[in-house]
């Protein structure tokens, strides 16, 4: 993110702020004080610790650039930091479920205090540096929309009582099935990464760099549940031949026999709709990395490099089915020509550990904690989900989780040596 | 519990019945639904569990002994039932922290649809079977009385906040030092346990028995707050020749230096009422059977037996410092004569580990899982705490907490050989 | 152990102390250096351990009473303590087997060189002091012999190739079903303990004292393999009302379906000869408290109290089939009346926790950390095994064990209430 | 490994399988069947078990080719597969420690013995195939003599009594303190990988490829025991800024304050010639990839790529400080110029995760398990150690664990971006 380079116009970024903060409360509606208070697993965060996490982010990194800011909440900021070492002492992150305190309502107006701060600090001129703060802050709190969503998702499965979070809306949508074929990509010395001083983007993208792709292709549309339904009647789950070592370990130890939020009758699956018939044409979703490459195996094919991804997917528009939609699930692919589904619907994995870019200089300061040091043992996705704000995405977004999470939107897109 | 002997008047049971139920509502005056879903360790349980809890347990054994009856929530039970086996699978316990639903208001609900459907039951007559049976979830619903405070105790300490669950009532109680005196107990063969078949009792203080008493002596009082301090003070946490081996491995994995809820600079402990300056006093509260243990060989005495407390403590009024005090909070002895503090305040360990006595025989059925299957590795606590409900409390009482366990209001007598 | 009233002949010290010394060496006759270090569970310890324990246990306590004494292995001390805080550190117990150092030979060496200095020192002349020190090595010496069978026995046990330690010696032993019988016990005040200061006992047997008796009887012989068999085929481990909750939690997480040698097929058991035929007539073996607790419960009958059981066993001689039989396996009963197998074969799981006596004063110094600080969490056992030296039991004998243990030779016998 | 074009004459091959299995047994002079036991972690394996298992290789996949073969122990296989699912069910790896049988003698008979048959296999002549397999078989010895090593250095510092493996030779190289630099390396495209089909290579070094190297420097030699030590006086085990965020959690967990077999004074270092001092100029050892990464950081360096080191090892020869040299231990840098110390020393870690090459083959069949299989959170080590036997390392030598290891001969050379 290079601030200098930031064109704001002070209404702009107003209304921005505006609007994606009032998302996140938007996300919140139907959720009672209960809800936004669980914590299923340590993996996963309470909604109210997400409500009250992105504002402390704002008073921290965005109002707090003020040294004569005092904030009205330092008792809660132990709580309210995540990970930032070099802001100081936090919470233990498995015990976020055990705050009832500050209330949701305390929460609600804390927001409500913290936006009227920045929004008078941005009436009053935004100058580059506080515009990539209000920015980075903006894109922290998308994140946590799509958290928020993924969390809640668990929080409802692991209650015996499994409420539903909204009532599906009316699918609309062509349910073909498209048959997969595979695409060939470009071989040879490609860029990639983030290049645009003009756009955010996160410091991971960058810097824009050369790599060199091998010859390969690339399927056109994502792996449906049906597909993924035959590797499990195969024996997929149960052959150590498919699976890598640590993989195999898992399966093994935590019983997996299918997705996360299937039934163990293979005939529905858990939804923020609630339990519904499983759609053979539309895209698997909550699996694992270690899912994703047993099944690329037995499917005789890989899971494509980012490199590969995002070469591909520089090409297209960054549509698809997204938060807006308000499914919150992914839809099967249209019939058409091309890759589809680059785009939403579920993040891919990819064959790439998540490390940084050659030259990457993380941020300074406390917010050059922000990617760079989680740069071991996890996996590049792509492309956003049904979870992610359309505007939250980029061709260069790299997301990243350990190959045994399960509770994103996650599925598979394969890709083949040629 | 001799259920044919009880005499019960209808309207007596109904009154009965009602003021308890309420009493469990009013402790949760001014605990919001956020402060009644923490679950703060796997030991402990939510308050709103504890409200729908023994609320499923009037539905399960006194409604439900009518074939007919159709519960309007079987939905729930699953995530009610705490351990009853044989009455079906239930939800795991530590994970009673996840259950956002029913919501506060359904299980307020809940409670009002039972107690009228209990209410109604008794009205139309309660003979013996149906007054035993609700006298036992009359007693259920007290000790979990005791647990929800104790429970909420843990669970607000365990927050940055550390609210305050009630203001402290002004101590209008003497504050003074009492010596402590060792008062001879008697030798030789002893009856004990509950024997009078018109009152209830749980079965594990059945049947009346005897039992022999070596020569010994009592404390007159608790130890103090005080008291331990002197063995903090001098390295009792640091000498494993004070403790037992598990009780040392204990102290050595937890790190262990003094009380539960003592602050590290030992002037001060959290109580219901907040954080306060520590009484010298007032008994030391929050100690571990480990904790009593090693404080008595410190001072050159022992625990006394449960046999040794009861003989003590049956010439005495079940009078002190109750849950109805409303202070939440052991206080200082009165000076004076005599046995003190034998009722009330913390219960007290007793150097006897928690197994049957001679002739024990169960309740049939379901009901005989409330308290045989836990005699194995737990030691006996006496004499009720001030989060115990007066009348709950009898001389023949047997609570029972396995040897680590410190968020209980229990404390420390001491006795002697002679 | 009153030391001040011992009364031993030099010469018969010396032939004591030499022939018991030498029996822990013919134990180990067979086994390589190899067999005598696996250290197959955190409870279990190597064979040379034991070896090498046993005598720096005489070198610390007694050559070391004498000031001038300088050890020559003081580099092995800190690996040769097991719990005695008050002496020092200590190597972790777990990691006993990580030992290859000292080898097998600098062991047996050491054990000649202590032996000969000890040998010396009695030669001198010996006066109660160092008669008891010495004797109470010796009954150390003699506890290891046991704890060497049963571990040898599991590490065998956890071997892929299970070896054989001892060929079976020829049965000539009859082998008739003798059926069970419930015998009357004595109904009130009986004094038990060990009160003959002219013997030595454990300071946990100690001091002889008078306790109450219920009306009860106890069973004429042992649970037989083929009584235990009928609760396993009967869904004894599928059953949780017949467990007490930590058993069938313990049942539940180890996935015992079965004593703890006994072979899937329910038809044989591995033993110190290999793998036999399950004997039907022959006492049932290797079972922890929570089996044979519930086995009682399953029966309609209970576990005897440590001091009915010593009660009954004190008309009797302490013999039976002990570690001089080298059978290393318990037999079946003879045919006959009265009480059978109250001595040897398998230890017997009483009903009594293990605490201290009214009274009791541990040893002073380290030697108190013998007994007294291991009072928590574990039963009684009584009347010695097929692996206890005969003149190592008595009556008063206690030995103890966690409920979960099941490597030792022990097994039931049942009681009644009356 | 392409076994068609293998061309291998019956005596060289004959020469070189005896002479390396000859070795392996060399590395066990003056160490006990007891030494050879110690299993000090689930990671390592006895020395024992080392021996066994690589005889087993040989057996299941060079004369088990022979459909014919009857093996005279399969009895044994069960415990000496280490991980290959497909040939069956296995020994619990953390469990080897257990296996006193078979005796070390006999698993000495055993080696012989197959030894033996191989031997005359190859007299009979060698194909292609019978070749691969041998040299496959070889290639897995070797890594086992290093895993032996380190194995047996970790199992002697586990040990109070720290014994000495092997003394150390009279240290006749030079030490003088070299300048670090930073050298350039080549940008732009570049091949890596193996791809000379008449030499043998693990399938995970293959195929060769390109790939884009970035503008980038090397130092000219390992970082040494001096400049880490400035490291850990700076705090660098106390400042979280420098770690990765696992890092930092293993840094608190298992509180590392210096490499693994520095002593708490930071002046001396156990090696397998017991405790020596620190010699600032050696290359520092024994540091995981987290340790590597921070001081890298700290430094305001990097680790170099995988591709970036091969580049640049590929004008060299592979000589230097290996198994061959007894040292076992890294040694100080020549005075001189270019790149120093790039075989042999010490493993050096790499910015690289260990996945798979463009266009990865596994190998068919069980063998296909060797390396494919552990392709996740572990990272690239290149280079070889003091441990490693020269003739086994080549350029494109792949070696990977995960990055907490710390118990290999690893260590440290920094690159930078320019």
Known sequence: MNASTFAVRTEDCFAR?????????????????????????????????????????????????????????????????????????MHARPQRGLLSRPSLDEVRDYRARIDEAVGELIMRGVDDVLAARIELGLQHEQQHQELLLTDIKHAFWSQPLQPVYR??????????????????????????????????????????????????????????????????RDGGYRDPALWLSDGWDTVQREGWQR?????????????????????????VCHVSYFEADAFARWAGARLPTEGEWEN??????????????????????????????????????TASPYVSYPGFNPLPGALGEYNGKFMNGQWVLRGGSCATPQDHIRVSYRNFFPPHARWQFAGIRLGQDR
Chains 1, 2, 3, 4 share one sequence.
């Open 17 to 89: 702020f505006m609007r994606i903060r009032r998302q996140t409360l938007a996300l919140c509606a139907g959720l009672s004080a209960e809800d936004l208070m669980v914590q299923s697993m340590p993996d996963a965060s309470p909604g109210k610790w997400h409500l009250a996490h992105t504002t402390w982010f704002f008073e921290q990194f965005v109002l707090g650039r003020d040294p004569a800011y005092r904030s009205p909440n330092t008792a809660w900021h132990y709580q309210l930091n995540s990970y930032y070492q070099s802001v100081g002492p």
């Open 167 to 232: 009532q599906a809306l009316h699918a609309e949508t062509e349910n073909v099935s498209v048959p997969m074929r595979f695409l060939p990509g470009r071989e040879g010395v490609v860029e990639i990464g983030h290049g645009d001083s003009g756009r955010f983007a996160y410091d991971n993208e960058t810097p824009r760099h050369r790599t060199w792709l091998s010859q390969h292709t690339l399927a056109n549309r994502l792996v449906t549940n049906g597909e993924y339904l035959a590797f499990v």
């Open 259 to 283: 997705p996360l939020y299937w039934q163990e009758d293979l005939s529905s699956e858990f939804t923020l709709s609630g339990m519904h018939a499983l759609n053979a044409n539309a895209p």
């Open 312 to 349: 591909a997917a520089v090409a297209q528009q960054a549509a698809g089915n997204f938060q807006e939609n308000q499914r919150f699930h992914p839809i099967a692919a249209h019939a058409g020509e091309g890759m589809q589904q680059m785009y939403g619907d579920v993040w891919e994995w």
